[in-house]
C-alpha cells in the first residue's frame, strides 16, 4: 500500500460522508478506512506468496473492525466502506475505482468449485446497506444496488436495481436524469437508489423539486445576460454557497413540527391575538 492510494482512501472519505471532519479522526475512528489499509497489505503479502500471513492479518481485521475481506480480492482505488460492519467480500471478487459500499453488503459465490466465483462491479458502483451480490456476475459501471436487494444476473451500466430478486427500476440516466444529478450535486443532496418507477412520493416530490430549481436557475441565467448586455454589472457577483447544515436544520425544523401535539384536535387554532375562532 502506497502513501499515494492512503491519501485518495482519506481523500474519499470526506468526499462521501459528510460526518468526517479531519484527517486525524478519519485515521483513528473509521473502520472502513482501517480494513481497506489492512486488505491492501494482506493482498500484497498474498500476491508475494505469503499467503497464511494474509490470511491470519484479514482474520485480524475482521475482529477488529467487523468487516472480513479476503486477501486475494482485487481492489481498486478510492474504495470506500461507510460504517461497515457485516460486509463481506469473497475470494474472486473484483471492484473497480471510486465504489462504495454500505454495511451488511456480501459480494458472495454461489458454487463450491474452484474459479471464478465471486461478482466484479466496474467503475463508480454503489451498494446499499444490507444487499447481495452473489455469483461470477458483473455490475456495470455507476450502478446503483439498492438496500436489501438480492442480485444474481449482470446489471447494465447506469443502471438502479432493488428488491429480491434484484430488478432493474432504471436504466441509464436519460438527459432529465444527469440535469436532476447535477442540481443535487449543487445542492449536496445525494438521491442514491431512488427512481421515477419506484412508488415513493416523497422521492417524486424531490424530483419535482429539483426540475423547479434548475428551471429558475436558467430563467435567472438568462436574466443576467439580458441585464449584462444593457450595462448592469449586478448579476456579475457569485451566488452563495449552499450549506450542507442548513438542510440539515430544515429537515430536523419539519420532523419537529411535525412531531408536535395537535392540542386542538385537528380544529382550525384560534387567531390571535383576539382568540376568535
Not at 499467503?51 to 486475494?72: C, M, N, Q, V, Y
Not at 465504489?99 to 458454487?111: D, F, S
Request: some cysteine; charged content about 25%; proline content about 5%.
Amino acid at each position: 500500500m502506497s502513501i499515494r492510494h492512503l491519501r485518495e482512501d482519506i481523500a474519499c472519505v470526506f468526499e462521501r460522508d459528510p460526518a468526517a471532519r479531519n484527517t486525524f479522526e478519519v485515521l483513528t475512528t473509521y473502520p472502513g478506512l482501517h480494513a481497506v489499509m489492512h486488505y491492501r497489505l494482506a493482498h500484497w503479502l498474498w500476491l508475494k506468496g505469503f499467503k497464511w500471513l494474509a490470511r491470519w492479518l484479514s482474520t485480524i481485521s475482521r475482529w477488529f473492525t467487523g468487516i472480513e475481506i479476503h486477501p486475494g480480492a482485487t481492489i481498486g482505488r478510492r474504495f470506500f466502506i461507510d460504517h461497515g460492519m457485516g460486509v463481506v467480500i469473497g475470494e474472486t471478487a473484483e471492484i473497480g475505482d471510486d465504489c462504495t459500499l454500505y454495511h451488511g453488503v456480501t459480494l458472495g459465490g454461489t458454487t463450491w468449485n474452484k474459479g471464478k466465483r465471486h461478482p466484479t462491479l466496474k467503475n463508480g458502483v454503489v451498494v446499499g446497506a444490507g444487499a447481495k451480490v452473489l455469483g461470477p456476475i458483473e455490475v456495470g459501471d455507476n450502478a446503483r444496488i439498492g438496500s436489501n436487494a438480492v442480485v444474481t444476473k449482470e446489471v447494465p451500466e447506469g443502471a438502479t436495481v432493488v428488491g429480491i430478486p434484484g430488478r432493474i427500476v432504471r436504466k441509464a440516466s436519460t438527459a432529465e436524469d444527469e440535469q436532476r444529478r447535477r442540481m443535487a450535486e449543487k445542492i449536496g443532496f445525494d438521491a442514491y437508489g431512488i427512481a421515477d418507477e419506484m412508488p415513493d412520493p416523497i422521492a417524486r416530490s424531490i424530483h419535482n423539486l429539483m426540475d423547479h430549481m434548475h428551471a429558475v436557475d436558467r430563467k435567472i441565467d438568462t436574466m443576467c445576460k439580458a441585464l449584462h448586455t444593457l450595462g448592469d454589472t449586478t448579476c456579475s457577483e457569485a451566488l452563495p454557497q449552499l450549506e450542507a447544515e442548513t438542510f440539515l436544520s430544515l429537515n430536523e425544523g419539519a420532523r419537529a413540527t411535525a412531531a408536535e401535539p395537535d392540542d386542538n384536535n385537528g380544529a382550525e387554532p384560534p387567531c390571535q391575538p383576539c382568540g376568535k375562532s
